[in-house]
């Protein structure tokens, strides 16, 4: 038998990112969208299924942070079978299901700063794009690439250990967890090799703080400055105030550090939150209810979290965390700093983990609970790019009859919008040409908020950006892409 | 030798679970393959002869493939970490659905790029072996494997024509394992 076998270009299914510059008769911006598909087709999908298949099932949601959505879901099937949010469940499942969360946010979080952020940090976002990306962080900073490569892994390694297995875990179940963690693989994660252990994970992610603490102290203007806007924040908190990943109570913030929601039950999210339609995006615009949508919008993820937290429970990010607060004042509005919150998250989640490796529970036996049966349950969690909500109906027959997913970049649209806005109007005004640094600056004002396309989109790992500038009657008067 | 076939796509996606779904396939019929020649043929594993545009020679006898060890991975997408994978193998084989190919299965040798996308986490097959090259040193011998696909939407669950590419794709990658190698190339 012969197979021929040619050579091709590969393609995939794309998504990509549409930006839209609108210029008014005096050469002015007028307006900027970010146009991002996103199909909402998922929540039909679920429909009809089991129940306690949902927490496997919208994994398939993310190939970046299948975890979170696979413990918002689990979260969400606590209520469910009736074990109760947070407290209802048994020690182990808890700091399980923690676990797995914290590596969850390491790797995301690392991954980031290697990919996303250094890149920007190390040769400026003017750079030529073909210096300024992942590459070119291994041949300026090998060290930086391999430490960032070798703490992907090891979240990674935390994931498999605590959910079965790197991808599709199944570690959460409705009520609690399936497995408990081995004494082997604890050992594995505190003394692994290559480096693969819990203290040079806490020490590299020290690193990368003082990484970026050096590049502001010479670069303050710019970090400071780039698309710095007001606007509200929202994530959960602990109740009494400290950061908490994984469970809490949703407080909300404005620009000048009022408390606009505060510890609200997540069940009700529905009483504070609502979501606008319009008519040029697919995806949703979040506000909060009390403010309407245009005062309401807000900002999710690290820049947020650092912003309603009071604390952070663990030694060295707190010693962080009050630095960061020193220089940055009580709210945070400055988009850049994102990246200062996300690397003292990552701090903040290898010292959870090792905290957590230390803790006998996590032998314990003791890995589900239930109770009485409820018909609708809502999990939240604080996914590496901010609030994911997830809410279920369940009929008497166990199987979903409604879902209704919030995921973190939908919560970030309009923050998004902004930013391309800031920055379209401080560098494009009066422009006929949309230049390499314009797109530079786009990327990086979008950059910052880590949106997770192929969770909102069909991206399946393409990801274009294309800018377009029309002029006030449509006309077309330039575009630009780039891969 | 050392050889790695990792699959990418999204289970979730129809037809873009190739990747994922092959390396199950490859799961099924790990014994067979380790087994060598003999073990693959008692399963009905036939070595497959092929020819590829680049110049590929024909694979080596079954009878003298060399000893082997076979990882065998699926990710939704490829990242950084993937380049530590490939410093650790002789050589890898990436596998995705593709969308826009002649019909059947293609395989070609990947030769380092530095081309990275704008947003998502993603790199491509050639921006990961750059990436091997320039933080390990590591000179793997590095191919592409696409099967076409024909749905793309969400649901579980392969287009029939993907299917039958799917059992083409399986086929000749068991053929490649049992040889202990693609004969082609590395692409520099």
């Known amino acids: ?483 | 030798m050392k050889i790695l076939i990792l699959g990418f796509g999204n289970p979730g996606r129809a037809d873009d679970a190739l990747g994922p779904l092959l390396i199950e396939e490859l799961e099924r019929r790990r014994a067979a393959i380790e087994g060598g020649a003999p073990a693959a043929r008692a399963a009905g594993i036939q070595a497959v002869d092929y020819d590829a545009t680049a110049g590929a020679a024909q694979p080596a006898s079954p009878a003298v493939a060399p000893a082997r060890e076979i990882d065998l991975a699926w990710s939704y997408e490829l990242a950084a970490d993937h380049a530590y994978d490939l410093a650790r193998h002789d050589l890898t084989i990436f596998v995705d659905a593709a969308r826009r190919q002649a019909e059947g299965v293609r395989l070609r040798s990947v030769r380092p790029s530095r081309s990275v996308t704008f947003s998502t986490h993603a790199m491509t097959p050639a921006s990961v072996l750059a990436l091997a090259r320039e933080l390990y040193r590591a000179k793997p011998e590095v191919h592409l494997l696409t099967i076409r696909g024909y749905r793309w939407g969400l649901g579980e669950g392969l287009s029939p024509g993907a299917a039958d590419n799917l059992a083409a794709a399986a086929k000749l990658v068991e053929g490649i394992l049992t040889c202990g190698g693609t004969g082609m190339p590395p692409a520099g």
């Open chain 1, 1 to 483: 038998m012969t197979t021929k076998i040619t050579i091709g270009p590969v393609t995939r299914v794309e998504g990509h990112g549409k930006v839209t510059i609108q210029i008014n008769d005096k050469g002015e911006v007028e307006q900027s969208r970010l146009h991002i598909v996103e199909f909402r087709g998922f929540e039909r999908f679920v429909q009809g299924r089991p129940y306690w298949e949902a927490p496997v099932l919208v994994q398939r949601l993310c190939g970046i942070c299948p975890v979170s959505h696979h413990l918002a879901a689990a979260k969400a099937m606590d209520v469910v079978v009736g074990a109760g949010t947070g407290a209802g469940l048994t020690p182990v499942a808890e700091k399980m299901r923690r676990l797995m969360h914290y590596g969850q946010i390491f790797q995301s979080h690392t991954l980031h700063f290697f990919h996303l952020a250094s890149p920007d940090l190390l040769f400026g976002y003017d750079a030529d794009p073909a210096k300024r990306n992942v590459i070119g962080v291994a041949l300026e900073n090998p060290e930086l690439a391999r430490h960032a490569v070798l703490m992907r892994k090891w979240g990674q390694e935390v994931i498999a250990a605590t959910a079965g297995k790197k991808i599709h875990g199944t570690g959460a179940v409705p009520g609690g967890v399936n497995k408990n963690l081995q004494p082997e693989e604890r050992d594995l994660l505190l003394a692994g090799p290559d480096s693969m252990n819990a203290d040079t994970m806490v020490e590299w992610a020290l690193s990368a703080v003082a990484f970026f603490k050096d590049y502001y102290r010479s670069h303050r203007e710019f970090i400071d400055n780039f698309s710095h806007f007001p606007s509200n924040h929202l994530s959960l908190v602990r109740k009494d105030g400290a950061l908490d990943l994984y469970h809490g109570v949703i407080r909300a913030i404005d620009s000048e550090g009022k408390r606009i929601i505060d510890d609200v039950d997540y069940q009700d999210y529905l009483l504070y939150i609502r979501e606008e339609v319009r008519s040029w995006s697919y995806m949703k615009f979040p506000f909060i209810k009390a403010l309407g949508p245009e005062r309401g919008w807000y900002r999710v993820g690290p820049l947020a979290r650092l912003n309603t937290a009071e604390f952070i429970p663990s030694p060295l990010a707190q010693r962080e965390f009050e630095e960061y607060k020193a220089a940055t004042g009580r709210v945070n509005d400055r988009c850049m700093h994102t990246h200062w919150a996300r690397l003292i998250e990552a701090l903040h989640a290898a010292e959870m983990i090792r905290s957590l490796l230390r803790d006998p529970d996590l032998q314990g036996t003791n890995l589900c609970v239930a109770g009485t049966r409820e018909k609708r349950g809502v999990g939240v969690i604080e996914a590496p790019r901010g609030t994911l909500f997830h809410e279920y109906e369940v009929s008497e027959s166990d199987q979903i009859t409604m879902c209704n997913l919030i995921v973190s970049t939908t919560n970030n649209n309009e923050p998004m919008n902004r930013a391309v806005n800031f920055v379209a109007r401080a560098m494009m005004t009066g422009k006929q040409k949309i230049t390499e640094p314009m797109m530079n600056a786009v990327e990086v004002a979008i950059r910052a908020y880590d949106p997770c396309l192929s969770c909102a989109t069909h991206a399946a790992g393409r990801m274009p950006l294309e800018i377009t500038m029309v002029g006030p009657e449509g006309d077309l008067i330039d575009r630009r892409e780039t891969d």
